[in-house]
């Protein structure tokens, strides 16, 4: 009789809570509306009845109610950013952080690496694009978002950090010295008397400005291998800043909105085309802004030289909240000029040319680099450039 007397006090109580938050249940699945209540009522629920009150954080609660429902949108990448992992990713966008150098994405539910950065401990150690990263400093990562994981490999630099990483079904583990990372997102140099090579790393903040630094010695070419290998991506923005500079005045990406509206998007310097001959490189760490870019360019006849890029073919915007988090959220997709829908598919290349094995050659000597070594052949016999 006691337990039903306590059992019966304990829904009054329910009742009660309910009651005081405005929990409309009842007529909000009548009307078939959004159950709003029932966030504030199980909020409520906690307030009053966990075991332990002195341990709740509001702030905690409030941020797990708004993690869970953007991971219900089903999109990888959808998701709530952190003030912590926020900072981070500004800094990165920047072209400078503290880390190991790896770009991540989610991929067939696993977080995997889109690219390591060129020059950076993960470079130098050996990671690889696709890598599928399955644990960190032994801890394994199942079930955790990208911003947990990043958390996880993040620290300072001169520490060091085990990532353990699945490849081809094969594990495998490094062990990776953190350094302070400065990005030079650009590089030039001339292959021959004729032929120059411009490597792009990554679409940061600082790209364009780097890009225009090399501008005059790029106009001095007779053509141009562009090197868009491991470039995970960045800033739509400064991609179609540097894109005119390849395709003119013609569009470089289709957008796509949630209604199905299609926008053709063009380059602001779109008066501003190179008149020469560019092969591109690619490989499947070539992901987001550089397939807008590579996709691009084979729409209007340029080759592509390597093995088929990552296949991100969505749009994020970021929303910064007034507690320095912010929510990413998938708004657009985009397609190739020609209408391609590239994402989970990837962009296959011309010409197919499997990766280097030494990735520290990748770019430096065509004799240990087959992918560029077919491209200055492309450029030379074809073209007659030398």
Same mark, same amino acid.
């Given at each position: 009789?006691?337990?039903?007397?306590?059992?019966?006090?304990?829904?009054?109580?329910?009742?009660?809570?309910?009651?005081?938050?405005? /929990?409309? *249940? &009842?007529?909000?699945?009548?009307s078939g509306s959004t159950n709003w209540g029932m966030l504030q009522f199980v909020y409520n629920l906690i307030e009053n009845y966990?075991?332990? +009150?002195?341990?709740?954080?509001?702030?905690?609660?409030?941020?797990?109610?708004?993690?869970?429902?953007?991971?219900?949108?089903?999109?990888?990448?959808?998701?709530?950013?952190? +003030?912590? !992992? /926020?900072?981070?990713?500004?800094?990165? *966008?920047?072209?400078?952080?503290?880390?190991?150098?790896?770009?991540?994405?989610? &991929?067939?539910?696993?977080?995997?690496?889109?690219?390591? @950065?060129?020059?950076?401990?993960?470079?130098?150690?050996?990671?690889?694009?696709?890598?599928?990263?399955?644990?960190?400093?032994?801890? #394994?990562?199942?079930?955790?978002?990208?911003?947990?994981?990043?958390?996880?490999?993040?620290? #300072?630099?001169?520490?060091?950090?085990?990532?353990?990483?699945? $490849?081809?079904?094969?594990?495998?583990?490094?062990?990776?010295?953190?350094?302070?990372?400065?990005?030079?997102?650009? !590089?030039?140099?001339?292959?021959?008397y004729q032929i120059g090579y411009l490597r792009i790393s990554t679409f940061n903040d600082k790209t364009y400005d780097e890009f &225009?630094?090399?501008?005059?010695?790029?106009?001095?070419?007779?053509?141009?291998?562009?090197?868009? $290998?491991?470039?995970?991506?960045?800033?739509?923005?400064?991609?179609?800043?540097?894109?005119?500079?390849?395709?003119?005045?013609?569009?470089?990406?289709?957008?796509?909105?949630?209604?199905?509206?299609?926008?053709?998007?063009?380059?602001?310097?779109?008066?501003?085309?190179?008149?020469? +001959?560019?092969?591109?490189?690619?490989?499947?760490?070539?992901?987001?802004?550089?397939?807008?870019? !590579?996709?691009?360019?084979?729409?209007?006849?340029?080759?592509?030289?390597?093995?088929?890029? /990552?296949?991100?073919?969505? @749009?994020?915007?970021? %929303?910064?909240?007034?507690?320095?988090?912010?929510?990413?959220?998938?708004?657009?997709?985009?397609?190739?000029?020609?209408?391609?829908?590239?994402?989970?598919?990837?962009?296959?290349?011309?010409?197919?040319? +499997?990766?280097?094995?030494?990735?520290?050659?990748?770019?430096?000597?065509?004799?240990?680099?087959?992918?560029?070594?077919?491209?200055?052949? %492309?450029?030379?016999?074809?073209?007659? %450039?030398?």
């Amino acid at each position: 009789m006691g337990k039903r007397i306590k059992y019966g006090f304990i829904l009054f109580l329910v009742a009660l809570v309910a009651f005081s938050a405005g /929990f409309t *249940l &009842k007529s909000n699945m009548a009307s078939g509306s959004t159950n709003w209540g029932m966030l504030q009522f199980v909020y409520n629920l906690i307030e009053n009845y966990y075991v332990a +009150p002195s341990t709740l954080d509001p702030n905690k609660l409030v941020e797990g109610a708004i993690r869970g429902m953007v991971q219900a949108v089903g999109d990888p990448y959808t998701r709530y950013v952190d +003030p912590e !992992s /926020f900072s981070q990713m500004k800094d990165q *966008l920047e072209g400078s952080f503290s880390g190991i150098g790896i770009e991540m994405g989610v &991929k067939d539910k696993s977080i995997v690496v889109i690219a390591p @950065i060129e020059g950076t401990p993960a470079y130098k150690a050996g990671i690889k694009a696709n890598d599928r990263i399955v644990s960190v400093d032994g801890k #394994p990562v199942d079930g955790m978002d990208i911003n947990q994981v990043v958390r996880l490999i993040r620290g #300072p630099a001169g520490t060091q950090v085990k990532i353990g990483v699945e $490849r081809n079904g094969e594990l495998k583990e490094f062990n990776i010295t953190r350094e302070t990372i400065e990005i030079k997102s650009v !590089s030039f140099r001339p292959l021959t008397y004729q032929i120059g090579y411009l490597r792009i790393s990554t679409f940061n903040d600082k790209t364009y400005d780097e890009f &225009k630094t090399y501008l005059p010695e790029i106009e001095k070419m007779k053509a141009l291998v562009l090197d868009l $290998r491991n470039d995970p991506g960045g800033t739509v923005k400064t991609c179609l800043d540097i894109a005119g500079y390849f395709v003119g005045d013609n569009p470089v990406v289709i957008t796509v909105d949630r209604n199905g509206n299609q926008t053709k998007v063009y380059s602001p310097y779109k008066n501003s085309k190179l008149d020469i +001959p560019v092969v591109v490189l690619v490989n499947e760490g070539s992901a987001s802004a550089a397939e807008i870019l !590579s996709g691009a360019m084979k729409d209007y006849g340029y080759t592509l030289v390597g093995e088929k890029t /990552f296949g991100k073919g969505l @749009i994020q915007s970021v %929303i910064p909240l007034y507690d320095n988090s912010a929510v990413i959220i998938t708004t657009e997709k985009y397609l190739t000029p020609s209408g391609h829908d590239i994402n989970k598919i990837g962009i296959e290349p011309n010409i197919v040319v +499997p990766d280097p094995k030494d990735w520290q050659d990748m770019g430096k000597n065509p004799e240990k680099d087959p992918q560029l070594k077919e491209a200055l052949k %492309i450029l030379q016999e074809k073209n007659g %450039i030398y």
